[in-house]
C-alpha cells in the first residue's frame, strides 16, 4: 500500500510469485525432512544443540497439529496492526469467498504492519512467502501495488507461529481515498500454495468518516 498511488503501472500477469521472482535469482536449497537434519553433521555438538534448540519439540517426531488437514501449513489468521488501535483481523479457517465483504477501513497516512498467524505440522517448511497484490477497485487489470515478504523456514510446532512485515505507511491525499482489493497468497520455495486469498480495504480522511 506504500506504493499505491504508482497507478500507471499496467502490468498484467497471471501469477503474483512469477511476477516477482523473475527479479531474483534466489535458489531455494533441497528440502529435507527432520530426521536428515539430525543425522547431519553428527560430530559437531555445538551444532547439534543449535539444531535440537532451533527443532524445539519437533525433534521428538512428527507433530500433527490437525489430521484431518493434510496440509503442512495451516494459515489462520491476518491482521493489520496500527499501534494504539485494536487489530483489524481476518479469520481464514472459513469461507474465504466471504472475506472480501468485510472491509477494513485505514485512515490516510497511517504507519501499520501486517502480520499472518499459520500452524506448521508434519514436517519442516522452508522459505515460507507472503506475496500481495492490490488493486483500485473499479480500475481493473491494473496493479497498484505489490510486494513479497520472505517469512523463512519453520519448525513444526503445536502452538500458533507468526510473521508480521515491517512497517508500512498508507498513502496520504484525495487520490488515495477510496476501495481496494487485495489478492494474498502464502507460498513456499517449492511453489506450494498453502493459503491463496482475497480481501478488501478503504482508504478514507480518517477512522471515524
Keep these: 500500500m506504500a506504493r499505491i498511488m504508482s497507478e500507471a503501472n499496467t502490468d498484467r500477469v497471471d501469477s503474483v510469485e512469477e511476477e516477482l521472482e523473475v527479479e531474483s535469482n534466489y535458489k531455494p536449497p533441497p528440502e529435507k525432512t527432520i530426521e536428515q537434519i539430525l543425522e547431519t553433521d553428527k560430530e559437531d555438538e555445538s551444532l547439534q544443540k543449535y539444531k535440537a534448540t532451533l527443532l524445539g519439540e519437533a ?6 497439529v490437525d489430521p ?3 496440509r503442512k501449513v495451516i494459515v489462520k489468521k491476518l491482521a493489520l496492526c496500527v499501534t494504539d488501535r485494536p487489530d483489524m483481523e481476518l479469520d481464514l479457517t472459513g469461507d474465504l469467498t466471504q472475506l472480501k465483504k468485510q472491509t477494513f477501513v485505514i485512515k490516510e497516512g497511517v504507519s501499520y504492519k501486517i502480520r499472518i498467524d499459520f500452524i506448521v ?7 515460507l512467502k507472503y506475496i500481495q497484490k492490490t488493486y483500485r477497485l473499479g480500475v481493473p487489470g491494473i496493479t497498484v501495488d505489490k510486494m513479497m515478504h520472505m517469512v523463512g523456514s519453520y519448525p ?8 508480521t512485515t515491517p512497517t508500512e505507511d498508507a498513502p496520504a491525499g484525495v487520490m488515495a481515498r477510496g476501495s481496494y ?3 494474498s497468497l502464502f507460498t513456499d520455495d517449492d511453489k506450494h500454495e498453502h493459503l491463496k486469498w482475497e480481501w478488501s480495504f478503504e482508504i478514507k480522511k480518517d477512522w471515524k468518516e
Design 181 to 183: 482489493t487485495v489478492s
Design 156 to 163: 513444526p510446532k503445536t502452538e500458533i507461529q507468526s510473521y
Design 121 to 127: 505440522q508434519r514436517e519442516i517448511v522452508h522459505g
Design 59 to 64: 525433534k521428538s517426531g512428527g507433530i500433527v
Design 68 to 70: 484431518n488437514d493434510p
